[in-house]
T-cell receptor
Framework: AQKITQTQPGMFVQEKEAVTLDCTYD???????LFWYKQPSSGEMIFLIY??????QNATEGRYSLNFQKARKSANLVISASQLGDSAMYFCAMRLIYNQGGKLIFGQGTELSVKP | DTGVSQDPRHKITKRGQNVTFRCDPISEHNRLYWYRQTLGQGPEFLTYFQNEAQLEKSRLLSDRFSAERPKGSFSTLEIQRTEQGDSAMYLC???????????????FGPGTRLTVL
């Protein structure tokens, strides 16, 4: 069975500093995709970044980068130069590429608080 | 606004009542998903449509739950005889069909928060 584990219920970071949010996953499939979503208090899930299992380079999107270590089955999100607006819940999710439905399997989330 | 919309945003009901939620996906998207998110947890998959066909249902979707997507446009999720355990945020998402890299992101709506008293 596929599973996503986020072991940090809450994290604090000082404004302008970098922070790493941990994510480990479990699957026996070779073809999968890993996503990070941000959920502010308003409730809407906002897509941040994607990493495919066959991608050779770590994904980057602006201040977001994904530290993908396939052998360790980890896909940590790094946010550089944290801003107050980054305070939110962050979810790691996985999708099997050949699952016809494409459903996302989410972790429990990490609540990030950015201090001024 | 061309994003995913959901209605209502909040619903309070008494145990035993029926409720119906609506989701309007991004118009070009042919895939539509429903997820349920309880407090302090990540979203859990409920069901998925490709166009008007409901292709997958989670075991979480008991027989009290039914979802439709007539004409492959908007979708409705109905819960009959609500129970207090149904209290949650119900999220709708839509997407294009997956690309070869599987990177077709799902765009989420703001959710409907259900409270069953």
């Amino acid at each position: 069975a596929q599973k996503i584990t986020q072991t940090q219920p809450g994290m604090f970071v000082q404004e302008k500093e970098a922070v790493t949010l941990d994510c480990t996953y479990d699957t026996s499939d070779q073809s999968y995709g890993l996503f990070w979503y941000k959920q502010p208090s308003s409730g809407e899930m906002i897509f941040l970044i994607y990493q495919g299992s066959y991608d050779e380079q770590n994904a980057t999107e602006g201040r977001y980068s994904l530290n993908f270590q396939k052998a360790r089955k980890s896909a940590n999100l790094v946010i550089s130069a944290s801003q107050l607006g980054d305070s939110a819940m962050y979810f790691c999710a996985m999708r099997l590429i050949y699952n016809q439905g494409g459903k996302l399997i989410f972790g429990q989330g990490t609540e990030l608080s950015v201090k001024p | 606004d061309t994003g995913v919309s959901q209605d209502p945003r909040h619903k309070i009901t008494k145990r035993g009542q029926n409720v119906t939620f609506r989701c309007d996906p991004i118009s070009e998207h042919n895939r539509l998903y429903w997820y349920r998110q309880t407090l302090g947890q990540g979203p859990e998959f409920l069901t998925y449509f490709q166009n008007e066909a409901q292709l997958e249902k989670s075991r979480l979707l008991s027989d009290r739950f039914s979802a439709e997507r007539p004409k492959g446009s908007f979708s409705t999720l109905e819960i009959q005889r609500t129970e207090q355990g149904d209290s949650a945020m119900y999220l709708c998402a839509s997407s294009f069909p997956r690309g070869s890299r599987g990177n077709n992101e799902q765009f989420f709506g703001p959710g409907t928060r259900l409270t069953v008293l």
